[in-house]
């Protein structure tokens, strides 16, 4: 059995007196596709906050990459991509610009040849010079992926990726993420689209009432969807 | 870092545009209000000077965390592999060099508005230098609090006037009166020590706090 990349243990998060997390157990082990699914408010960007090391937990805790997460997150965020409702793009900045000064974070060898194939990669190279704010919703989201990837995560932390795409970026975002996983890297996808959700994944889960409520083998699809429509129907009054 | 941020800068032009002509403002309300009372221009050149920069430098600095939130490139800032502090202290230099090159074209304007004064020109670039330093550093830290604050262009000020007024201002305000009256550097070396470190302890206070405002 591969080794867990993400292994969560009891993490609670508040905002104030409202109890977000409430102890979410979770595993995820190299090369997984886990999507997770859930009710909206029901923690999910919260959570993918706390894996990504931008929030810290109340308590609880929190291993990537078989290390706890210490005091420097700094050499984990090395290792993860992070896609979230915001694409963490410049509108001053050409598409071009702004991989070139993510690439320049991360430390990326051979910054122009990595950048001009991923700006290839998502059929993005004839807008390489236009500046990030003319570029439409769908284009900035894969503007955004090319650069949660560029600079090659074994983790990879997808947060309503699908959210703002057409259908080919749809497809090709979902076949990236298989062949992704197939090269070794590790994904969590949160999404509320259950078709893509599956399509993409290898290990499915729910999180409700601030854990992970369920937990499924993507071949148990049914139950699953029985139990998440029960759930659902349970969370919301 | 530095060069995103001015590329970002010159591009969106909002603290040139801010700056320019908020200070042109200012130097023009106190021309047309000294033209009645004309007091003499060496004591209230000073005044007249950081006024202008410091109501003009506030506005202009006010969008360089702000713009971060707004664009949501700050967690993406946070996620990467790097120190915070290391943001902070590519963000400070792009503000210094952006706020320089505005200052110059502030000093031209108000020697345009109020010709005939002759300063000690090395005494007064010393002040500039120093005071700029010492009030871009704490402006840059007090933004970043500011943007996470509801009303960010309301709280700076409230945030950042009290902490220099004590501060750089009286050093900034004093020296500059006396280079303008004809002071030499080393007649002013106790406000330029004075501002020296003020700036060292706000650049410092910045470095060490950057990573936990940022966390919000």
Request: glycine content about 8%.
């Amino acid at each position: 059995m591969a080794e867990p990349v993400i292994l969560a243990r009891g993490i609670t998060k508040s905002y104030g007196r409202v109890r977000v997390l409430a102890g979410v157990d979770l595993e995820v082990r190299k090369g997984d596709r886990y999507v997770l699914f859930g009710p909206n408010g029901s923690g999910k960007t919260t959570l993918v906050k706390v894996l990504s090391t931008l929030m810290r937990p109340d308590s609880g805790t929190l291993e990537l990459f078989g290390a706890p997460l210490g005091d420097d997150p700094r050499p984990a965020r090395a290792r993860i991509g992070v896609l979230s409702h915001e694409p963490y793009l410049y509108d001053e900045l050409t598409a071009w610009e702004n991989l070139d000064f993510y690439a320049r974070l991360y430390g990326v060898k051979d910054r122009a040849d990595l950048v001009k194939a991923s700006l290839r990669e998502f059929e993005l190279l004839h807008r390489a010079h236009d500046r990030a704010g003319t570029l439409s919703q769908g284009m900035r989201q894969r503007l955004g992926l090319a650069r949660a990837l560029l600079h090659n995560p074994e983790l990879v932390l997808l947060d309503e990726p699908y959210a703002g795409l057409d259908l080919g970026a749809q497809e090709m975002l979902s076949e990236l993420v298989v062949r992704m996983s197939k090269g070794g890297r590790t994904v969590l996808c949160i999404t509320h689209d259950m078709q893509k959700g599956f399509s993409i994944a290898t290990r499915v889960g729910a999180l409700a009432g601030g854990r992970v409520a369920i937990e499924r083998g993507v071949e148990e699809r049914v139950d699953f969807e029985h139990d998440y429509l029960a759930l659902v129907k349970g969370a919301v009054p | 870092m530095l060069l995103k941020e001015l590329r970002v800068e010159f591009r969106n032009k909002q603290t040139v545009n801010t700056f320019i002509i908020l200070s042109i403002l200012i130097l023009a309300a106190f021309r047309f209000a000294f033209s009645v009372a004309e007091p003499p221009l060496e004591d209230v050149a000073g005044p007249i000077l950081w006024v202008s920069i410091f109501f003009a430098g506030m506005l202009a600095l006010s969008p360089t965390w702000k713009r971060e939130v707004e664009q949501g490139t700050r967690d993406g800032l946070r996620v990467a592999p790097i120190a915070p502090s290391d943001v902070y202290l590519g963000k400070l230099l792009a503000n210094l060099i952006v706020v320089f090159a505005l200052e110059a074209v502030v000093v031209v304007v108000f020697l345009a508005f109020f010709p005939g004064t002759s300063p000690d020109w090395p005494a007064l670039v010393a002040m500039l230098v120093l005071g700029t330093v010492g009030f871009v550093a704490l402006g840059n830290l007090m933004s970043a609090i500011a943007s996470n604050l509801a009303q960010s262009e309301v709280m700076l000020p409230v945030l950042l006037v009290p902490l220099m007024l004590f501060t750089v201002v009286i050093s900034c305000v004093g020296g500059t009166a006396r280079a303008f009256a004809g002071a030499t550097v080393l007649e002013v070396g106790d406000e330029l020590r004075f501002l020296a470190a003020f700036a060292l302890v706000y650049i410092a206070a910045g470095y060490l706090s950057i990573e936990y405002v940022l966390e919000g």
